[in-house]
DNA sequence: CTGAAAGCGCTTACAG
DNA sequence: CTGAAAGCGCTTACAG
């Protein structure tokens, strides 16, 4: 049906597509005269860059080929994001949609385009892609300390910087304090009055582990950004006088409303019940909500439930979810700005840590009177 | 501060990047034997191998640049995409997400990776970009017919396919019916018995022109999408009883809950007012929605409104959004598999179209008893 | 099991 | 205003 179908470039005829050296061949003139006429036209008669162009058409010579240019000058043009999970889990995870729109932008501004390196389902690292991507910089996002992910992008010698997790030696990191994000998110809780608690996490290490995760595996935790807000979660309830070691936590392998359901259907099947559920995103805590409705739990009056991150679905949750908001867009742009100035051979700082602050909406209230 | 900002690439202590020649000098072997090493072990034992992985971690030689081997190979490793606009806005738009969700996980499947290519503002096409962007080919998403854009994009010879719009002689096309779809949101609102109709649509051309469209302005849209989805209403309108040239057909800049509101304040100031609302996607229809409410209109009591695309937010907005449905992670999926068939010189077909179908939800009843 | 040569397509100094 | 040469970093036949 389509005759670009049947055009096979290595194979039509013997006509191989047209290269610079041809088209200025076919004119006398050399192959440099050809370059100017198309990147330095004020090198070049006007008549002759005209010929110039007029011969590429006839031999259909798409202008420059930029793999060339790119062999030439040693840059490519894009900078590559790597993400801790196959690529289009990522679509389907508002903060890093809205992480993703953050370097979107910050690439753009500066004609940059943004390269998403496939990636691997978690629990079976695959890095073969990373040492073949052609990106002038790595922002890495949200992989685990250690991950194989993380040493092919460093081992390439380019620009890279970090996001979230994790933090590596004389490699730029942007994220937030996690640690006192959570902590603030459980202080809320215990102001209210809460005694009992149940916490639901996204994965704590890429071992794909689903299930109550005891206090070993929440200390030797991989993902730092899991280790830092359970850590937040458990000095604010020490301090509000709860045991922590009495908070089931709940792992789940990684953020989705579905896993935060079946969370809660275990941690809400404790006697007695917790009156308070955190999560470590909002996603999983509308995932909790879920199945407290289910339950024929009110939220929040028999359950309050904290989420984190401020995705814009968390407003018009019902009921709204009281959450930890932080920037993820402009988390993206800073990333995307300071892997320019990397490339720019610029310096910046180590660390740059972005504000957070708790949102209180309609899923927190007082516990229950009759538990 | 940090490590990595200090070491300038070409100028730390005259010590450039290590290449492979330089391995293989440094070992006394040939530039191949070290390419062997890392592509193809079994041509080389094992000792010298690993000999050779010794003196490239001393003089922090990266591997292979992929930059020499994609010029070599002429394969990139990476599908292009195209979008009509900044690409910042298409992560802000869920119909925009959820197609590149599928594109992804098409180039994943593959081990290819995605590449955004930076965009232009609507109506400032930069198209140089395109030029200089290192794919294997592009998916050319939702872009106006004869945009300078496109042009820049099929001159470049790579495989291509378009979604949505335009359409394009010899190369494949992803789609929906737009104006059997669009006819069928309108035919519900006739069955109603609906009289009194407004539109609100996103652009007609990359003019971004706001303002009732008439019907000329219409006729001559160059987004396809527009002039389909408008040809289905009016088709339907009319076999209704309805004259079309009556209806205000409000054109929007682009697609979100804003313009939506913007435009809606337009159209229900009509008099008499319309009893119901097409728009051309959910995200103006939701700003339709809280125009309405914000004039203490009930929706569907008052008003009736009608979207497209369903996106994950339509089910839950208040009330639930009837709409058109259409699959975006598949229609993105499918045109990623066909351009990866191109990629491998196999067939396709000219037009591949989506199924489409009208969820009728809560935001629409029959018109108003008094008017 | 290893190598010398050619070439992928381009552009930057350096000349004239 | 235009050119010859060198080189960006790599790998594929072809030999031995």
Same mark, same amino acid.
């Given at each position: 049906m389509c005759s670009m179908g049947r055009k096979r470039p290595n194979e039509d005829d013997g006509k191989r597509r047209a290269t610079m050296t041809r088209v200025a061949e076919e004119l006398g003139v050399s192959a440099m005269t050809v370059s100017n006429a198309y +990147?330095?036209?004020?090198?070049?008669s006007a008549a002759l860059r005209e010929r110039i162009f007029e011969t590429a058409r006839r031999l259909e010579? *798409?202008? *420059?080929?930029p793999l060339g240019q790119s062999l030439r000058?040693?840059?490519?043009?894009a900078l590559g994001v790597i993400y801790d +999970?196959?690529?289009?889990y990522a679509f389907e995870d508002q903060a890093a949609v809205s992480f993703l729109r953050g370097v979107s932008a910050a690439a753009e501004a500066e004609g940059l385009g943004l390269t998403l390196v496939p990636g691997s389902p978690r629990g079976e690292?695959?890095?073969?892609a990373i040492g073949r991507t052609l990106v002038d910089?790595?922002?890495?996002?949200s992989v685990a300390d250690g991950d194989p992910v993380l040493e092919a992008a460093l081992e390439r010698g380019l620009p890279a910087v970090t996001v979230d997790q994790p933090r590596v030696e004389g490699v730029s990191f942007v994220g937030i304090d996690d640690e006192a994000a959570a902590r603030a998110a459980a202080e809320h809780l215990i102001e209210l009055g809460h005694r009992r608690y149940g916490v639901v996490s996204f994965g704590?290490?890429?071992?794909?582990r689903v299930g109550i995760a005891d206090e070993e595996r929440q200390r030797s935790a991989s993902y730092r950004v899991s280790r830092s807000r359970l850590e937040g979660f458990a000095a604010a309830l020490a301090a509000g006088g709860?045991?922590?070691?009495?908070v089931p936590v709940y792992e789940c392998p990684s953020s989705s409303k579905a896993l935060g359901r079946d969370a809660a259907e275990v941690v809400l099947s404790?006697? *007695?019940?917790?009156t308070a559920v955190l999560a470590t995103s909002d996603e999983l805590a509308q995932g909790v909500m879920e199945a407290a409705r289910e339950r024929g739990?009110?939220?929040? +009056?028999?359950l309050s439930v904290v989420g984190f991150d401020?995705? *814009?679905e968390a407003a018009i949750a019902t009921p709204p979810l009281t959450t930890v908001r932080q920037d993820h867009v402009e988390k993206g742009a800073l990333a995307g700005r300071l892997l320019v100035a990397r490339l720019r051979e610029k310096e910046t700082e180590d660390t740059y840590l972005l504000p957070t602050g708790l949102v209180v909406r309609g899923s927190t209230g007082p516990p229950p009177r009759t538990p």
């Amino acid at each position: 049906m389509c005759s670009m179908g049947r055009k096979r470039p290595n194979e039509d005829d013997g006509k191989r597509r047209a290269t610079m050296t041809r088209v200025a061949e076919e004119l006398g003139v050399s192959a440099m005269t050809v370059s100017n006429a198309y +990147n330095r036209p004020e090198r070049l008669s006007a008549a002759l860059r005209e010929r110039i162009f007029e011969t590429a058409r006839r031999l259909e010579y *798409p202008g *420059p080929n930029p793999l060339g240019q790119s062999l030439r000058s040693g840059r490519v043009g894009a900078l590559g994001v790597i993400y801790d +999970n196959l690529l289009s889990y990522a679509f389907e995870d508002q903060a890093a949609v809205s992480f993703l729109r953050g370097v979107s932008a910050a690439a753009e501004a500066e004609g940059l385009g943004l390269t998403l390196v496939p990636g691997s389902p978690r629990g079976e690292r695959d890095a073969t892609a990373i040492g073949r991507t052609l990106v002038d910089g790595f922002v890495v996002y949200s992989v685990a300390d250690g991950d194989p992910v993380l040493e092919a992008a460093l081992e390439r010698g380019l620009p890279a910087v970090t996001v979230d997790q994790p933090r590596v030696e004389g490699v730029s990191f942007v994220g937030i304090d996690d640690e006192a994000a959570a902590r603030a998110a459980a202080e809320h809780l215990i102001e209210l009055g809460h005694r009992r608690y149940g916490v639901v996490s996204f994965g704590l290490s890429p071992d794909w582990r689903v299930g109550i995760a005891d206090e070993e595996r929440q200390r030797s935790a991989s993902y730092r950004v899991s280790r830092s807000r359970l850590e937040g979660f458990a000095a604010a309830l020490a301090a509000g006088g709860v045991s922590w070691s009495e908070v089931p936590v709940y792992e789940c392998p990684s953020s989705s409303k579905a896993l935060g359901r079946d969370a809660a259907e275990v941690v809400l099947s404790r006697v *007695p019940r917790p009156t308070a559920v955190l999560a470590t995103s909002d996603e999983l805590a509308q995932g909790v909500m879920e199945a407290a409705r289910e339950r024929g739990l009110s939220v929040p +009056n028999d359950l309050s439930v904290v989420g984190f991150d401020d995705v *814009p679905e968390a407003a018009i949750a019902t009921p709204p979810l009281t959450t930890v908001r932080q920037d993820h867009v402009e988390k993206g742009a800073l990333a995307g700005r300071l892997l320019v100035a990397r490339l720019r051979e610029k310096e910046t700082e180590d660390t740059y840590l972005l504000p957070t602050g708790l949102v209180v909406r309609g899923s927190t209230g007082p516990p229950p009177r009759t538990p």
